[in-house]
């Protein structure tokens, strides 16, 4: 079975866009075989089916962004390469962005020039802005007199699982990506059911950026399946949802 199929949008541009799930860099399948079909809210006619991830797909995502946290390609960079990293991945949405705001527009239903002239910069901008805040993270030096030394360090808080709603998906994607990737930490990512095509399109991009694999993890899954997993697993040291 083919995890990637060649699309044609209605204006035109042809897309090879991922099913998959997006996993240590890899795509592939869900463990259970489940699927989820992507409609386009224009006309009501499918665009494409996608994976769709349950429990055990969570568990080895999670086991994967663990075991990211402890790699030395990504415990061990420093900030400033952390956020060339984020750089670059604002580079590729911007090369990209005719595609991206293709697939937005497909399967979401905003008007074209909205996700190409609104969304998709304000997605570059904001991974720009958590680049450049990769290496200002600093620690704090506090006052114990004359026989104490005293400081805070900040260290990245772990797993972090991210819920993403339909109606600015990669939006909503690049504001709970720039900080997390900024701080060190690793992420699993959910796409909303109904929107799921331009995030894994954006999956792509995070590989040929260069992130290490484990880092970013993407699962395509119904709420109550992929989303009740993130939100309950104790290998998740953090959510961030919007619904």
């Not at 079975?1 to 795509?27: C, D, H, Y």
């Not at 600015?168 to 997390?180: E, N, R, S, T, V």
Request: charge should be negative; glycine fraction near 8%.
């Amino acid at each position: 079975m083919s995890l990637a199929v060649q699309v044609t949008a209605p204006n035109g541009r042809r897309i090879e866009l991922p099913t998959g799930l997006f996993i240590n860099n890899k795509w592939v399948k869900a463990v259970k075989g489940g699927s989820i079909t992507s409609i386009n809210p224009a006309d009501e006619t499918n665009i494409a089916s996608v994976q769709a991830a349950t429990a055990d797909d969570v568990d080895i995502a999670v086991k994967a962004a663990r075991a990211a946290l402890l790699q030395p390609n990504w415990v061990d960079m420093h900030p400033s390469a952390r956020g060339e990293l984020i750089r670059k991945l604002s580079d590729l949405v911007q090369e990209h962005m005719e595609d991206l705001a293709t697939l937005e527009t497909w399967d979401n239903g905003k008007p074209y020039s909205v996700s190409l002239n609104e969304d998709l910069p304000e997605v570059v901008s904001c991974l720009r802005y958590f680049a450049g805040f990769a290496d200002k993270l600093h620690g704090q030096v506090i006052e114990g007199g004359a026989t104490k030394f005293a400081y805070t360090v900040r260290e990245p808080i772990g797993v972090c699982g991210q819920i993403i709603p339909w109606n600015y998906p990669l939006m909503m994607a690049a504001w709970k990506l720039g900080p997390a990737l900024a701080c060190g930490n690793t992420v699993i990512l959910k796409p909303s059911e109904l929107t799921p095509l331009s995030i894994l399109y954006f999956a792509n991009l995070i590989k040929e950026a260069g992130f290490p694999p484990g880092v970013v993890n993407i699962l395509n899954g119904r709420g109550e399946e992929a989303g009740t997993a993130i939100a309950s697993h104790p290998g998740i040291d953090k959510i961030a949802f919007t619904g």
